[in-house]
């Protein structure tokens, strides 16, 4: 499902991944895509990766930390691409703005851990190949060349982000020369998110689950939440996710219109028992 409000962000992205593909990966234009939480980046980008029959691998900038450190490094993260067989991959790096500072003058205030990070996604795309953590605990160098990458982010929710502002954020001058192209994408309208809810394929699981709650129902009242906290929703398309767990799990409520808080309201005792082949009974 394409969006309106991305139609021609949507249409540029889209011929950056026919290239890629035509050219076998010869061609590689890795860029940075900015916009608010929310606004459907890498909803748009798993699309495009399907609509192209493209292997997809979606990476979580700020979980990853500096190689040599506890926790997930890229050589971890990357671990997939050793799977991928030289297909096409794309490689897309949420929450990548989450590696800088806000205000930062070229990354020299910016965190050791979070800097190295960088400095190693620079290695990987100035190089043919990567190391990654590959079985037994050991590392392997494994092929890059016919990976494309897409580093996406917030940036605090700035509009018409260009290179001397990601400069500003603390993105390497080496990065930005290999990582040169810059797209924004636009908040998402309420009748977007409407759309999006329509053809949710979580919802469509939970009435296959719950086949006595009709459709219409779940869809009008979540219609009328989105319009009724709109102008204050920071979190975007993930907030129709959020809602339809919210109705199934909760029986039909999704609290008021001032806040979505995702907790139960009923008690569980410690000695009560769940039959896990009843379903409960939501109000209709």
Same mark, same amino acid.
């Given at each position: 499902?394409? @969006?309106?409000?991305?139609?021609?962000?949507?249409?540029?992205?889209?011929?950056?991944?026919?290239?890629?593909?035509?050219?076998?990966?010869?061609?590689?234009?890795?860029?940075?895509?900015?916009?608010?939480?929310?606004?459907?980046?890498?909803? @748009?980008?798993?699309?495009?990766?399907?609509?192209?029959?493209?292997?997809?691998?979606?990476?979580?900038?700020?979980? @990853?930390?500096?190689?040599?450190?506890?926790?997930?490094?890229?050589?971890?993260?990357?671990?997939?691409?050793?799977?991928?067989?030289?297909?096409?991959?794309?490689c897309f790096?949420?929450?990548?703005?989450?590696?800088?500072i806000s205000g930062n003058?070229?990354?020299?205030?910016?965190?050791?851990?979070?800097?190295?990070?960088?400095?190693?996604?620079?290695?990987?795309?100035?190089?043919?190949?990567?190391?990654?953590?590959?079985?037994?605990?050991? /590392?392997?160098?494994?092929?890059?060349?016919?990976?494309?990458?897409?580093?996406?982010?917030?940036?605090?929710?700035?509009?018409?982000?260009?290179?001397?502002?990601?400069?500003?954020?603390?993105?390497?001058?080496?990065?930005?020369?290999?990582?040169?192209?810059?797209?924004?994408?636009?908040?998402?309208?309420?009748?977007?998110? /409407?759309?999006?809810?329509?053809?949710?394929?979580?919802?469509?699981? /939970?009435?296959?689950?719950?086949?006595?709650?009709?459709?219409?129902?779940?869809?009008?009242?979540?219609?009328?939440?989105?319009?009724?906290?709109?102008?204050?929703?920071?979190?975007?398309?993930?907030?129709?996710?959020?809602?339809?767990?919210?109705?199934?799990?909760?029986?039909?409520?999704?609290?008021?219109?001032?806040?979505?808080?995702?907790?139960?309201?009923?008690?569980?005792?410690?000695?009560?028992? &769940?039959?896990?082949?009843? &379903?409960?009974?939501?109000?209709?």
């Amino acid at each position: 499902m394409k @969006l309106k409000e991305q139609a021609q962000l949507t249409a540029d992205l889209s011929k950056i991944l026919k290239i890629f593909k035509c050219s076998g990966g010869a061609i590689r234009p890795h860029f940075m895509l900015t916009g608010p939480s929310g606004s459907g980046k890498s909803y @748009l980008i798993n699309m495009l990766a399907d609509e192209h029959k493209l292997d997809y691998l979606e990476i979580n900038a700020a979980q @990853l930390t500096k190689e040599g450190t506890s926790g997930n490094s890229l050589s971890k993260a990357l671990s997939p691409l050793t799977n991928s067989q030289q297909s096409l991959v794309i490689c897309f790096v949420d929450e990548f703005d989450k590696l800088f500072i806000s205000g930062n003058s070229n990354s020299s205030l910016a965190h050791e851990t979070t800097n190295g990070v960088q400095n190693e996604f620079l290695k990987v795309l100035e190089s043919d190949t990567a190391a990654v953590f590959a079985d037994y605990g050991k /590392y392997a160098n494994i092929s890059v060349k016919t990976v494309l990458f897409i580093f996406a982010g917030a940036f605090n929710g700035e509009k018409d982000i260009n290179l001397d502002r990601l400069r500003e954020f603390g993105v390497k001058t080496e990065f930005l020369g290999r990582v040169g192209l810059v797209f924004n994408a636009k908040p998402l309208s309420l009748n977007s998110l /409407y759309e999006i809810l329509e053809n949710s394929e979580i919802l469509s699981t /939970y009435l296959r689950l719950f086949p006595d709650v009709m459709k219409e129902k779940v869809v009008r009242l979540i219609r009328e939440f989105l319009a009724a906290t709109y102008d204050n929703n920071t979190i975007g398309i993930r907030l129709i996710n959020t809602l339809i767990h919210q109705y199934f799990i909760k029986g039909g409520e999704l609290g008021s219109p001032k806040s979505c808080p995702m907790a139960f309201q009923t008690a569980l005792k410690l000695n009560s028992e &769940v039959n896990e082949n009843s &379903v409960p009974a939501w109000k209709s």
